[in-house]
């Protein structure tokens, strides 16, 4: 049961859009940057929406490393490709630029594909996915990110956690969306345990004597002095195939940096090394692949719809009450959430609160009234 | 130390050819499908090089599920993109031809895509991604296959072990390549098991209880039964992530089938549902990325050589020799075999004799001479 106080989808979005402005965001980039951090929590992705709007969109325009205004420079296209270079303004403006661009070239040439450099955060990477996918193609998308991932057999934090994403149109009443950190956590999940007062599995962290670590409050501190890295998807060595999901990563930071000849790995801390604070200079990547071009838009989504009703239909474990696709959780979190708004626990109240009066907004939050 | 007997990359390459031939398949889709087999075992990936040769290949043809001349039907060809019939002949042709058309429509338009359906077994996906990156592109490929892997929460064998295969160019020796399955593990691993004396690592295996299962014979019978399932990568359940590697192995089997609205999961079993062999019918998916449409080939290649060198020259775990990157033990292995051959043990080497008597071909392989 959710037991934290909703805000209304309309409210939260206004409000946004009108911070945004005040921060000197124009507004019809504002419109699109609340647009991709609510979808997240349209979606249930908790660690991706309004959670992040003051301290990785807002605090970051304040201290310099994220610029309101987005000077696009489009430094190569063809019929098919595009190449941006974002200027350290906003990463999901860039992105959202990109994603027109690249489905205008896919409805002509049924492939395009492009790459951004300089850039910052660019929310869930789903978001760029299921506007192809809306547009009745197939997305692709990944980012990089700062170092947080060990590879297999080293220890020390080298890659971001790196989302190889892609979203997928079907006959269904919503798409195959996987959208996921190629890691087996991210940050996030650990602050999740941490506040639930759980451990953290073992095999997700490492530690710098190859070891593992389960106290999630030990592993955030830690973490934060680079004491300790994240586990690539298959976890610990390569018996359980954790060299698998450190090809994933390293897939994803190669198409995020190469395509552009943008920085990698340990050049997006954001940190210079005396300490102080410098731009991200983040890349990403995104593929639109155009069905019509191969043997249409109802074909492909009858067969995806095929396969996934197959799968959950298949023979379930005992005790587990559905077998899931993905994207499927992410639906049933907009059906529970459509009518309600947005579940805002106490530290998203107190940013709000707290932009609201800084800034005189003439917004009272439902949580306000006894 | 290998103690297996070395059978030269000519020897074999030849004898492969000849045996192709003398069951039908003409010369120069032969020397393909040699090519292709023989590049698993430079690679130094046993599971599917010379060790396939005869049961899934020449008896597969004897047994009329694999066709020996490959009839191929362009269904669908755009500038971008192609749609390929291989009427169930060798998988291994029709994917060579569909490369060869892709890389010539990424010289012109930057992005190309392709799908084939009615196919068989294309050997290891990695060879034609490798086409492309020869050619200086980025290669993605992959490929459905008989039904073994259960998807989260359920025990049921319904997907393949669908590799999501990525090459890459470098500024290295060798490039960036990932190739391998989605599930933790595939079959041929747990014959190694078992071949080894040793159990398998639990979390890699469901059984229809739900439960793990180590010991690699049992898990080999009642696999061939049915009772059991491969599990995705990340392993049981969902909290180290085993949704993850099922959303892998899940678009994989939607790209596979959808883009040309072939078959897919149990119909892809090989069998009528009396028992009887029936075709494959397996589907295929290649996209390919050219470099020089972005940034530019070089740009890319010191760009993701930078990325992996970073990689390897970061801090090991205590007790670890080196770090790998992906496609640098396949160069390893191709650097220890290339002057030796292929080594082939007992199994092999009893399948090359029985097809040489057999054919009555004029060969002497080097472990017949005492």
Not at 278 to 302: A, Q
Request: glycine content about 12%.
């Amino acid at each position: 049961m959710e037991t934290r106080p909703y805000v209304s989808w309309q409210q939260m979005n206004d409000f946004m859009i009108d911070v945004f402005k005040a921060y000197g965001v124009p507004e019809e980039d504002a419109k699109i940057c609340a647009d991709v951090l609510l979808e997240s929590d349209r979606r249930g992705i908790e660690s991706h929406g309004c959670n992040r709007f003051k301290p990785i969109y807002i605090d970051r325009i304040v201290n310099g490393t994220l610029l309101p205004v987005t000077k696009i420079d489009i430094v190569k296209e063809t019929p098919t490709t595009v190449v941006m270079d974002a200027n350290n303004g906003m990463g999901m403006v860039a992105s959202h630029k990109m994603m027109e661009m690249l489905i205008e070239k896919a409805k002509t040439y049924g492939m395009a594909g492009g790459a951004i450099y300089n850039s910052t955060h660019y929310g869930i990477a789903g978001y760029w996915t299921t506007m192809a996918e809306k547009a009745g193609m197939i997305g692709i998308s990944g980012t990089n990110a700062r170092p947080s991932v060990a590879p297999t057999f080293g220890v020390e934090p080298m890659m971001g956690t790196n989302p190889l994403t892609f979203t997928m149109p079907t006959d269904e009443e919503f798409p195959f969306n996987f959208d996921c950190a190629t890691s087996t956590v991210q940050n996030g999940k650990i602050e999740f345990y941490e506040r639930s007062g759980k451990p953290t599995p073992a095999g997700l962290v490492i530690t710098k004597d190859g070891g593992t670590m389960t106290d999630s409050g030990t592993i955030l501190k830690e973490m934060r002095k680079g004491n300790c890295a994240l586990l690539p998807l298959g976890g610990l060595g390569e018996e359980t195939g954790g060299y698998k999901g450190y090809g994933f990563t390293t897939i994803v930071e190669i198409l995020s940096a190469a395509l552009t000849g943008g920085p990698y790995m340990k050049e997006l801390s954001g940190k210079n090394p005396d300490g102080s604070n410098r731009m991200y200079r983040l890349g990403h990547f995104f593929f639109v692949i155009n069905p019509e071009f191969f043997m249409g838009l109802d074909t492909f989504k009858s067969t995806a719809g095929g396969i996934l009703r197959g799968l959950r239909n298949s023979e379930k474990a005992p005790g587990a009450e559905r077998i899931y696709t993905a994207g499927e959780k992410e639906h049933l979190a907009w059906l529970e959430r459509k009518d309600k708004g947005v579940p805002v626990g106490e530290s998203i109240q107190k940013e709000l609160v707290e932009l609201r009066d800084k800034l005189k907004l003439p917004y009272i939050f439902p949580f306000e009234q006894k």
